[in-house]
């Protein structure tokens, strides 16, 4: 029932579990349906679910009616059956250090590089002054936002 969210979001494959929103945001809380992750230390396959990390991550993703999307992410952490070590999971699409997935990334900086702020703005209606705010905005609200979300 949630998928055509999902792929409305260019979330396929993902689980949705809920969609929260406010004036400012939407807040997708979702995960990956393996049971399995990839050691990236010996590449071995673990089903061992060690734990789940205990704060949300938001990750800006897209936008939606000039709302920015955020991903909210519980990473699980394994532990490798061959080498033994403890490994946090990996996201497609998510760089693990980055704060906005590549989607976001690829949204703003095309952005950026094929068009004037002014272009932008007449396309999404808005002050080009207000575009670049909103633009800057968002970066700095990824920046900063990587605190737990959510209850
Ligand atoms: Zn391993």
Redesign the pocket.
Known sequence: MKQPIGHALGLQGWIIYRLEQNEHQVDVYAGRPKKEAR?P??Q?ISRSVRSRSSNWQRKLHTWVDQKPVYLCLRPRRFR?P??R?VFTETFPGIKPWARMTDRAMGMLFGHLRDRSFRRVAEETSKAPERFGAFCFGAFAFAEHRDAPCGS
């Open positions: 050691c230390h010996c071995a490798c061959s080498c070590k």
